[in-house]
T-cell receptor, first 113, second 113 residues
Framework: KAGVTQTPRYLIKTRGQQVTLSCSPI?????VSWYQQTPGQGLQFLFE???????NKGNFPGRFSGRQFSNSRSEMNVSTLELGDSALYLC????????????FGPGTRLTVT | KQEVTQIPAALSVPEGENLVLNCSFT??????LQWFRQDPGKGLTSLLL?????REQTSGRLNASLDKSSGRSTLYIAASQPGDSATYLC????????????FGKGTSLLVTP
């Protein structure tokens, strides 16, 4: 069974631009979560989606948004990029929200210049 | 707010040693606890998941224990190998409405030949 896939793997953007990251969960997994990882803050929860609905949201500004499609694939969008948004963005999937193990993708490395 | 702390932040051991990584959390009302491994620049690999009703889980040379009352978990690695070198992360999932994982900052492990 294929693991969690994320595209693109690397991205360089300029301050003020916007970016969209994509995540395909493990087949059969319906819950998708997004995390931001930085050297200073570590791993921080962004949001979780299940059945195309955002079920939970972390403490991030409204510039960070996401959505989930009927096939459970998810995208996250960051608008008006800031230098501090440079990070590794990780997507994780699980069968159902809060149940069982979360399986992580390889991440998207975003660099904002 | 759930705080997760991992001690030590870094550890270097010679090959063959048994070692213990520590994780503590402030709120004992947890749903489960998961240990991950992260190689440099990569995503997270799930190692062990312990449900709140369990005391320990084992997988190969790894054993994780959970003591909810004291807010502690330990990851025991037997007969360490250079391939075990990575950052080990502990993550706690709360029991309340939010199903997000709260991560510690990790322990960076180096096993020298």
């Amino acid at each position: 069974k294929a693991g969690v896939t994320q595209t693109p793997r690397y991205l360089i953007k300029t301050r003020g631009q916007q970016v969209t990251l994509s995540c395909s969960p493990i087949s059969g997994h319906r819950s998708v979560s997004w995390y931001q990882q930085t050297p200073g803050q570590g791993l921080q929860f962004l949001f979780e989606y299940f059945s195309e609905t955002q079920r939970n949201k972390g403490n991030f500004p409204g510039r960070f948004s996401g959505r989930q499609f009927s096939n459970s694939r998810s995208e996250m969008n960051v608008s008006t990029l800031e230098l501090g948004d440079s990070a590794l963005y990780l997507c994780a999937s699980s069968l159902m929200p809060g149940q069982g193990e979360q399986y992580f993708g390889p991440g998207t490395r975003l660099t904002v210049t | 707010k759930q705080e997760v702390t991992q001690i030590p932040a870094a550890l270097s051991v010679p090959e063959g040693e048994n070692l213990v990584l520590n994780c503590s959390f402030t709120d004992s009302a947890i749903y489960n606890l998961q240990w991950f491994r992260q190689d440099p620049g990569k995503g997270l690999t799930s190692l062990l998941l312990i449900q709140s009703s369990q005391r320990e889980q084992t997988s190969g040379r790894l054993n994780a224990s959970l003591d909810k009352s004291s807010g502690r978990s330990t990851l025991y690695i037997a007969a360490s190998q250079p391939g075990d070198s990575a950052t080990y992360l502990c993550a706690v999932r709360r029991s309340n409405s939010g199903y997000a994982l709260n991560f510690g900052k990790g322990t960076s492990l180096l096993v020298t030949p």
